[in-house]
């Protein structure tokens, strides 16, 4: 596709559950970010790829959350044992190295 | 000093008015700059990107740069209520390039 690709764009899930997140970037874009954003606040940084160095990871709020880029290309946010406060819409954007950043549509988390 | 700092408003101007918003950044080796809108429930769009010293007009929007100052502006002309939306500042970091963003700011347009 021409944009970035989040799926799914809807997740409820139960508090302890494991999800899954993915985010298809926009091909030969070798940067990639994960954000967060709860209900009328800001963008929260979690992590960032860039080619072929090790992510910044310095957003990540706690051990529960993890991401891989698999081949430079799709990326993966788990976050494992749910928790209501995880409640958020996840988005991921991706751009070549000093150029703009498009964002997907996003996945709206609900944890019950 | 937070990376990317923005006035987060609301900022409330009547139609046809000159909307101004402000962006102060940190790290003074940033070499890329941009603004993007986002309007409640949607993903953030970008509207502008500025490179360089000065000035950028695009439309009723124009972006101004003082890396001297590290200072950023959005200024939007004629503002109509279909530009009623968070703005958010996006600003490269030195040496990684990762793009920061500011917390943004609320405008609220009046007809």
């Known amino acids: 596709g021409a944009g970035v690709s989040q799926s799914p764009s809807n997740k409820v899930t139960e508090k302890g559950k494991d999800v899954e997140l993915r985010c298809d970037p926009i091909?030969?874009?070798?940067?990639l970010y994960w954000y967060r954003q709860s209900l009328g606040q800001g963008l929260e940084f979690l992590i960032y790829?860039?080619?072929?160095?090790?992510?910044?990871k310095s957003g990540l709020p706690s051990d529960r959350f993890s991401a891989e880029r698999t081949g430079g290309s799709v990326s993966t946010l788990t976050i494992q044992r749910t928790q209501q406060e995880d409640s958020a819409v996840y988005l991921c954007?991706?751009?070549?190295?000093?150029?703009?950043?498009?964002f997907g549509q996003g996945t709206r988390l609900t944890v019950v | 000093q937070k990376e990317v700092e923005q006035n987060s408003g609301p900022l409330s101007v009547p139609e046809g008015a000159i909307a101004s918003l402000n962006c102060t950044y940190s790290?003074?080796?940033?070499?890329?700059f941009f603004w993007y809108r986002q309007y409640s429930g949607k993903s953030p769009e970008l509207i502008m990107s500025i490179y360089s010293n000065g000035d950028k007009e695009d439309g009723r929007f124009t972006a101004q740069l003082n890396k001297a100052s590290q200072y950023v502006s959005l200024l939007i002309r004629d503002s109509q209520p279909s530009d009623s939306a968070t703005y958010l500042c996006?600003?490269?970091?030195?040496?990684?390039?990762?793009?920061?963003f500011g917390k943004g700011t609320k405008l609220t347009v009046n007809p």
């Open positions: 091909s030969g874009h070798t940067a």
């Open positions: 954007a991706s751009s070549r190295i000093y150029t703009e950043a498009f």
């Open positions: 996006a600003v490269s970091k030195g040496g990684s390039e990762k793009l920061v």
């Open positions: 790829f860039q080619g072929n160095s090790a992510p910044d």
């Open positions: 790290d003074r080796v940033s070499q890329s």
